[in-house]
């Protein structure tokens, strides 16, 4: 048996590293897609159609939060912890966990293997590649663990023993960034908004899965600031600037709004905009009707969104430091420097192009996705709306604008495609379809204009 499995393995890994990367959340999405389809899974006991099974599915695998279904009165237990595991290994990745229980069971990996797991955790170089996951493993059962016995308790007055439940789910889906929640009707959180306790459980996970394990065990073996890497200085820089930069917006534009927050006490304003400042980056909890918000207020989430949280992270999007990145880079354009150096570290030549590829591709699909959504809505919604949905499941947020479930077969497709994407990353999907060749011929250079 175990020379079985280990000629079966084997065979999986030929594949390139980003293929099975692919290959391995479509599995997971097929999988929840029968077991929804299930009758044990709803309540009427007729099971899920398969688009809606599909869609809800890729939901979950891929930590986006936009659904058709409302799991509260739709689903059954069985449904609920179906899609509880979808959520939880979506989060962590599949190839994280299969790569711990392989690992566990005795197993030695080939370098081509290493290699597809160093790929599959962005991961520059193979040492200590199964230390981190094993890090990976811990922090998230730990974090998500804690704050479901914190959510429990606060829950009980209201659910009963039915809270234990209700703190797990809502432990698991704000951590793993997914935006799923179990309080029905799609309100999300837009009933329990003055729940400070609650906003500030969630608010935290949300951020704690967001900013990545890694920047999380530098938080936790060198502690101080002169110690962490680079990365880890750059993520948390980033995400006080687009926390505090979003809060400020959301506030500003959706204070006068009665739709929205308006009608609430200034401080009950100040926290749902820094609730949905943190929530829109990749989370997808919202407080208030989206619909009725401003243009300046979608703007300021859609920007959000598409930037997304940080690598090797539960979270979706370009990622903040590619963003970073980006932007550095044009500062050195404008100074007339030729590299960029930050806390004494220099950006190279190739993270600097790889960030640009980023960014472009990312902008192309949300744009082409748009333009096709746009035309199978036949101009029933607003183009805002639109592409509030499509950088929604680009970024894997999940932050519904209500129009989800209106789609027909073909837009929740591509909006189902487009949550892979986002989960897997532009660059890896990309990289999935493209054979690499290094070329040996050097062509003379010639300047062109530009600008």
């Known amino acids: 048996m175990y020379k079985l499995n280990d000629t079966l393995l084997q065979q999986v890994f030929r594949f390139k590293s980003t293929q099975i990367i692919i290959l391995s959340f479509v599995f997971m999405i097929l999988l929840g897609t029968f077991l929804l389809m299930l009758p044990i899974s709803t309540t009427d006991g007729q099971g899920l159609k398969w688009i809606d099974a599909l869609f809800t599915s890729t939901s979950a695998s891929c930590v986006c939060g936009l659904t058709v279904v409302d799991l509260h009165n739709d689903l059954t237990i069985f449904g609920v912890v179906v899609m509880l595991l979808l959520i939880q290994i979506g989060g962590l990745g599949i190839m994280t966990l299969a790569t711990l229980v392989v690992h566990t069971m005795g197993y030695r990996f080939h370098m081509q293997e290493n290699l597809v797991l160093q790929e599959s955790l962005n991961q520059g170089g193979q040492a200590g590649l199964f ?15 804690f704050f479901a016995v914190l959510l429990a308790i606060h829950f009980y007055p209201e659910f009963g023993f039915n809270a234990i439940g209700y703190g797990i789910f809502h432990s698991v889906s704000a951590f793993c960034n997914a935006g799923f929640d179990l309080f029905g009707n799609f309100d999300s959180l837009c009933k329990r908004n003055d729940d400070y306790f609650l906003l500030t459980c969630l608010g935290l996970l949300i951020i704690l899965g967001g900013i990545g394990f890694t920047v999380i065990s530098d938080f936790i073996h060198r502690r101080r600031w002169k110690k962490f890497s680079l990365h880890t200085k750059i993520v948390v820089v980033m995400n ?42 990749t989370a997808g909890m919202n407080t208030f009707d989206l619909a009725a918000s401003t243009q300046i207020t979608q703007f300021t989430m859609i920007v959000l969104m598409f930037i997304g949280a940080s690598p090797l ?19 050195a354009v404008f100074r007339g420097e030729k590299e960029i150096v930050i806390f004494n570290r220099r950006i190279s030549r190739e993270l600097r192009d790889q960030s640009f590829a980023i960014f ?46 209106e789609w027909n077969i ?18 890896t999907f990309m990289l999935s379809l493209i054979t690499q060749k290094d070329s040996m011929i050097k062509y003379p250079p010639e300047k062109i204009m530009v600008g």
């Open 131 to 145: 230390e981190l996951i094993g890090k990976i493993i811990k922090y998230t059962f730990i974090i998500e663990g």
């Open 313 to 331: 992270s539960t979270g979706g999007g370009i990622k903040c430091t590619t963003f970073f990145v980006i932007i550095m880079s044009m500062l």
């Open 410 to 427: 073909m837009g929740k497709l591509i909006l189902a495609l487009t949550m892979l994407v986002g989960r897997v990353g532009i660059m």
């Open 360 to 405: 472009t591709m990312g902008v192309i699909w949300v744009v082409t996705a748009g333009i096709i959504l746009s035309v199978l809505d036949g101009r029933v919604h607003n183009l805002e709306m639109v592409v509030f949905e499509t950088v929604s499941a680009f970024g894997t947020v999940g932050m519904g604008i209500g129009i989800t479930s």
């Open 240 to 281: 006080l600037i687009l926390i505090l930069f979003g809060t400020i917006l959301i506030f500003t534009a959706a204070m006068g709004n009665k739709a929205t927050i308006g009608d609430m006490p200034i401080v009950d304003q100040f926290v749902n905009s820094l609730f949905t400042s943190i929530s829109c980056r």
